[in-house]
């Protein structure tokens, strides 16, 4: 693992949706969570950190059987 440019820095990326509620329908799938803070009706955040590794997303309900 390489150390970071900025240690500390966060960056923040909006990512516009038609389907609010899908798409984190879609994503809850995948295994991601939601931040309750940051999350209402017009926006989510999803923490990219907590998502789920190789071995989580083989057995999840989107891999093939």
Do not use: C, I, Y
């Amino acid at each position: 693992m390489t150390t970071p440019a900025h240690p500390g820095r966060t960056l923040f990326v909006n990512m516009p949706v038609a389907d609010l509620e899908r798409s984190k329908a879609f994503f809850a799938t995948l295994g991601f969570s939601f931040n309750p803070n940051f999350t209402d009706e017009t926006a989510a955040w999803m923490d990219p950190a907590a998502a789920p590794g190789p071995e989580e997303f083989a057995t999840s309900r989107l891999a093939p059987t």
